[in-house]
């Protein structure tokens, strides 16, 4: 018999055998078989979400000993050490102390300063052309003999750089060698830190503008690689190479683009030290016209701002909030950067970030463009290399301040006045903060384009989740589920959205919820902040506590009574005794009026717990003075949702 005869037989013989089996059960109804085949939507909560559904943690502002001034207070950690130890793994700091996050971070953004970047480096190894200058000289010699001399040869080269009189033979600036090397050593640490998927080492740097002590500094964040940024070096403040004024960054920003198809977007910071100028109404300190094309320029180049750090949290300002009893908190407002100028209260309107939004809204109606519709961040500004916003675990601004049994007593400047003495305390340094990122996936593209479209969050320190959504209809039954991402995305914006033209006789309505971090305290409450102009266009503003933990009730002032305090001074302990693990609401503004611009964001206040100058009393065993708080209110502020008639 051939094979074909045979796979014939086989083939007939399988066929009989499955027919009679077949047969052996009733033919199955055409009903029964429906389930085989539904026409329905799939089971699975979790299938086809195209939204964010993660959270990444990290910091936009780091800085290294490629600093000038980092390397002037004896940072000597590099840009890669400062990639490994956010990835998680545990380095000897620039004091030879071991250090290691509790929890690695997912991105990092090592922004040293683009003036003079490198300098340090070169000089303390001995770079022949640094010591062939007899300045150059004299700095090494003073440094390398430290103590009182190397203090004084920091204050010298800092002075000089910030003055405009650095010695054009030690200079660092676009064009040079040296500069080259130190963005090449940069960019290439970035590249060989990402990790797709696992960890986010973007490229970038800091433009520091300082004209006479005024806080103008951004970080510049790069989506691309190496390929694109190597392209261009950095831009600086100093001329002829660069600029101290924002709208020439701005240019040079989309020369970048514009050269290389890459992708680029600015961060301001420390508004608190800008005397005012952080957010002009009318000119900018470099008298420029706030006209249309500043707004459109502004809002196209500046998608966020970074609303706290170790130099005082920029949230808000007790007297331009004065029934806002959470505002005073972490303030640093005595005057510019180098106290050269003290602070003014006409000052302030222009530098905190929930009057800044304010202003928005009013240049917004003007100009027909909002300049400062930005997302809110939290970053660390260390100078140390080492990215801590933890107060059990803080490395403080510069190695100059990293853990000591005095550094509570080392200002970071002082000035003698007709008034006394001014200064920015060495207690008073904040450990804070970091930026949340609600991303589909951990890569350069993916939460760049989430800072973009203002997905983000600041906070003080801990890693809370918070989801802040903003539409017409969201009601008690959306905070009954456990994805409230569902209804948040279904029928609303997430944070950094926008609403407008409201239907007829709705206000819009909030979906807002938090879940404490497992290893920091509980939740006392979530508030919704609101700014708005009010028939006159004047600006308003009102804070809802919207949620909080607990039987409490507001009393006859419409406040609702602290939650309490656990914590031990003596130990630096706290137990979550009081305060709520999660809280979520759906909250309808009672006061809306559909006629006039608005901007909503959310604060979530954890519960008090101890402060990083707590935990050193206790490990030191040091008595603190009376006037330097051990405790805190850790915080966390979306990124606003705006309405727009």
Not at 333 to 358: I, S
Not at 449 to 467: C, I, Q, S
């Given at each position: 018999m051939s094979?074909y005869?045979?796979?014939l037989a086989?083939t007939?013989?399988?066929?009989?055998?499955?027919?009679?089996a077949?047969?052996?059960?009733?033919?199955?109804?055409?009903e029964s078989?429906?389930?085989?085949?539904?026409?329905?939507e799939n089971?699975?909560p979790?299938a086809n979400?195209n939204f964010p559904t993660q959270v990444f943690?990290g910091?936009?502002?780091?800085?290294?000993?490629?600093s000038l001034?980092?390397?002037?207070f004896?940072?000597t950690l590099?840009?890669d050490d400062?990639y490994?130890f956010?990835?998680?793994m545990?380095v000897?700091?620039s004091?030879?102390?071991r250090v290691k996050?509790?929890r690695?971070?997912?991105?990092l953004v090592?922004?040293?300063?683009?003036?003079?970047m490198?300098?340090?480096?070169?000089?303390m190894?001995?770079e022949p052309s640094?010591l062939?200058?007899?300045?150059?000289?004299r700095?090494?010699?003073?440094?390398?003999?430290?103590?009182?001399?190397?203090v004084?040869?920091?204050v010298e080269?800092i002075?000089?750089?910030?003055?405009?009189e650095?010695?054009p033979a030690?200079a660092?600036?676009?064009?040079?060698?040296?500069y080259?090397s130190a963005?090449d050593?940069?960019?290439k640490a970035?590249?060989d830190?990402?990790?797709?998927?696992h960890?986010t080492?973007?490229?970038?740097y800091e433009?520091?503008s300082?004209?006479?002590?005024?806080?103008?500094h951004r970080v510049?964040?790069y989506r691309?690689?190496a390929?694109k940024a190597s392209?261009m070096?950095?831009y600086?403040?100093?001329?002829p190479?660069?600029s101290?004024d924002?709208r020439?960054l701005?240019?040079?920003?989309?020369d970048?683009?514009d050269?290389t198809?890459g992708r680029?977007?600015?961060?301001?910071?420390?508004?608190?030290?800008?005397?005012?100028?952080?957010?002009?109404q009318?000119?900018?300190?470099?008298?420029?016209?706030?006209n249309?094309?500043?707004?459109?320029t502004?809002?196209?180049?500046?998608?966020?701002y970074?609303a706290?750090?170790?130099?005082?949290?920029g949230e808000?300002h007790p007297?331009?909030?004065?029934?806002?009893?959470?505002?005073?908190?972490?303030?640093?407002d005595q005057?510019?950067?180098?106290?050269t100028?003290?602070?003014?209260d006409?000052?302030?309107?222009?530098?905190y970030?929930?009057?800044?939004l304010?202003v928005?809204?009013e240049l917004?109606e003007k100009?027909?463009?909002?300049?400062y519709?930005f997302g809110?961040?939290?970053?660390?500004?260390s100078?140390t290399g080492?990215?801590?916003a933890e107060?059990?675990?803080?490395?403080?601004?510069?190695s100059g301040a990293e853990?000591?049994a005095?550094?509570?007593?080392h200002?970071?400047a002082?000035i003698?006045t007709?008034d006394?003495?001014k200064?920015?305390t060495?207690?008073?340094?904040?450990a804070?903060g970091y930026?949340?990122v609600w991303?589909?996936e951990?890569?350069?593209?993916a939460?760049?384009?989430?800072?973009?479209?203002?997905?983000?969050?600041a906070t003080?320190?801990?890693?809370?989740?918070?989801?802040?959504f903003?539409?017409?209809?969201f009601?008690?039954?959306?905070?009954?589920?456990?994805?409230?991402a569902d209804?948040?995305?279904?029928?609303?914006?997430?944070m950094?959205?926008?609403?407008s033209t409201?239907p007829a006789?709705?206000a819009?309505?909030?979906?807002?919820?938090?879940?404490?971090?497992p290893?920091?305290?509980?939740?006392?409450?979530?508030?919704?902040?609101?700014?708005?102009?009010?028939?006159?266009?004047?600006?308003?503003e009102k804070?809802?506590d919207v949620?909080?933990?607990?039987?409490?009730q507001p009393?006859?002032?419409g406040?609702l009574?602290?939650?309490?305090?656990?914590?031990?001074?003596?130990?630096?302990t706290?137990?979550?005794t009081?305060?709520?693990s999660?809280?979520?609401?759906?909250?309808?503004?009672p006061d809306?009026?559909?006629?006039?611009?608005?901007?909503y964001y959310a604060?979530v206040?954890e519960i008090?717990?101890?402060r990083?100058t707590?935990?050193?009393?206790?490990r030191?065993?040091?008595?603190?003075?009376?006037?330097?708080p051990?405790t805190?209110q850790?915080?966390a502020?979306?990124?606003?949702?705006w309405?727009?008639?």
């Amino acid at each position: 018999m051939s094979r074909y005869t045979t796979t014939l037989a086989a083939t007939a013989l399988s066929a009989l055998l499955v027919a009679t089996a077949y047969a052996q059960d009733p033919m199955p109804s055409a009903e029964s078989l429906q389930n085989a085949f539904p026409e329905r939507e799939n089971y699975s909560p979790y299938a086809n979400r195209n939204f964010p559904t993660q959270v990444f943690w990290g910091d936009t502002h780091l800085h290294t000993g490629m600093s000038l001034d980092a390397g002037a207070f004896g940072a000597t950690l590099t840009p890669d050490d400062a990639y490994r130890f956010a990835r998680g793994m545990e380095v000897v700091s620039s004091t030879g102390q071991r250090v290691k996050l509790s929890r690695p971070l997912d991105f990092l953004v090592v922004a040293d300063h683009s003036d003079n970047m490198g300098f340090f480096p070169r000089l303390m190894s001995g770079e022949p052309s640094m010591l062939a200058d007899p300045t150059g000289r004299r700095w090494y010699d003073m440094v390398r003999k430290g103590g009182k001399d190397g203090v004084a040869a920091a204050v010298e080269i800092i002075q000089a750089l910030t003055a405009d009189e650095f010695p054009p033979a030690l200079a660092m600036f676009p064009g040079s060698d040296g500069y080259r090397s130190a963005w090449d050593l940069t960019i290439k640490a970035a590249e060989d830190n990402y990790l797709p998927g696992h960890f986010t080492a973007f490229i970038g740097y800091e433009w520091t503008s300082t004209e006479k002590g005024i806080n103008l500094h951004r970080v510049v964040v790069y989506r691309d690689d190496a390929t694109k940024a190597s392209v261009m070096e950095p831009y600086t403040t100093l001329s002829p190479y660069g600029s101290p004024d924002p709208r020439e960054l701005w240019k040079w920003l989309q020369d970048y683009e514009d050269k290389t198809g890459g992708r680029l977007l600015a961060i301001a910071h420390n508004g608190n030290m800008s005397n005012g100028h952080m957010f002009p109404q009318s000119r900018t300190y470099f008298d420029g016209r706030v006209n249309r094309s500043y707004a459109e320029t502004r809002a196209r180049w500046e998608p966020l701002y970074e609303a706290t750090q170790i130099k005082g949290d920029g949230e808000a300002h007790p007297y331009l909030s004065p029934n806002d009893e959470f505002a005073d908190y972490e303030t640093w407002d005595q005057g510019n950067l180098d106290l050269t100028e003290l602070k003014t209260d006409a000052m302030l309107v222009g530098e905190y970030a929930r009057t800044g939004l304010q202003v928005g809204l009013e240049l917004g109606e003007k100009l027909g463009v909002n300049p400062y519709k930005f997302g809110l961040i939290g970053a660390t500004d260390s100078h140390t290399g080492l990215a801590t916003a933890e107060e059990e675990n803080f490395f403080g601004k510069h190695s100059g301040a990293e853990p000591s049994a005095d550094r509570v007593h080392h200002p970071m400047a002082r000035i003698e006045t007709e008034d006394g003495i001014k200064e920015y305390t060495g207690w008073g340094m904040v450990a804070s903060g970091y930026q949340g990122v609600w991303a589909t996936e951990n890569t350069r593209e993916a939460l760049f384009d989430a800072m973009m479209r203002k997905e983000t969050y600041a906070t003080t320190g801990p890693r809370m989740l918070v989801r802040f959504f903003g539409g017409w209809d969201f009601s008690a039954a959306d905070t009954k589920g456990r994805l409230p991402a569902d209804a948040g995305y279904l029928k609303g914006v997430p944070m950094g959205g926008d609403l407008s033209t409201a239907p007829a006789g709705k206000a819009p309505s909030f979906l807002v919820a938090a879940l404490r971090d497992p290893m920091s305290g509980n939740l006392d409450r979530i508030q919704i902040v609101k700014g708005w102009l009010d028939e006159r266009g004047q600006r308003k503003e009102k804070v809802y506590d919207v949620v909080w933990s607990g039987a409490r009730q507001p009393g006859a002032d419409g406040k609702l009574p602290a939650v309490g305090n656990t914590v031990d001074i003596e130990t630096a302990t706290w137990t979550n005794t009081i305060g709520s693990s999660e809280l979520i609401t759906a909250w309808t503004d009672p006061d809306f009026d559909a006629d006039v611009p608005a901007v909503y964001y959310a604060r979530v206040l954890e519960i008090p717990t101890p402060r990083w100058t707590a935990y050193e009393a206790v490990r030191y065993g040091i008595e603190m003075p009376p006037e330097i708080p051990l405790t805190t209110q850790e915080r966390a502020y979306t990124s606003p949702i705006w309405y727009t008639p």
